[in-house]
Nanobody, 122 residues
Framework: VQLQASGGGLVQAGGSLRLSCSAS????????MGWFRQAPGKEREWVSC???????DYADSVKGRFAISRDDAKNTASLQMYSVKPEDTAVYYC?????????????????WGQGTQVTVSS
């Protein structure tokens, strides 16, 4: 499985940004898809996930501002970011796992994209 994340960039605080993740699965079915982020000097942290049945989950820091979605026909996942804040600045990674559920742990995911930089200016 190969994941390609895109959509990052520079945005002003209060603005919006949409990240996309495209997966090439070689015929296998992906179940969980997630988004993580890593700011300079910090550990990679979980942001959101979406299960194969559409169940979603969000970190408290982004709940109400971010929305995750997926299109299984296209093998894509998206993260719509609203009302962004300077503390959202990080490299954002998409991840995929063949197992079910909506895991929060970085250790669970088997496949990772290369990351896309999001910078929020104040």
């Amino acid at each position: 499985v190969q994941l390609q994340a895109s959509g990052g960039g520079l945005v002003q605080a209060g603005g919006s940004l949409r990240l996309s993740c495209s997966a090439s699965t070689s015929g296998f079915t992906i179940n969980a898809m997630g988004w993580f982020r890593q700011a300079p000097g910090k550990e990679r942290e979980w942001v959101s996930c979406i299960a194969s049945d559409g169940t979603t989950d969000y970190a408290d820091s982004v709940k109400g501002r971010f929305a995750i979605s997926r299109d299984d026909a296209k093998n894509t996942a998206s993260l719509q970011m609203y009302s962004v804040k300077p503390e959202d600045t990080a490299v954002y990674y998409c991840a995929a796992d063949y197992n079910g559920g909506c895991p929060r742990s970085v250790l669970v995911y088997d496949y990772w994209g290369q990351g896309t930089q999001v910078t929020v200016s104040s």
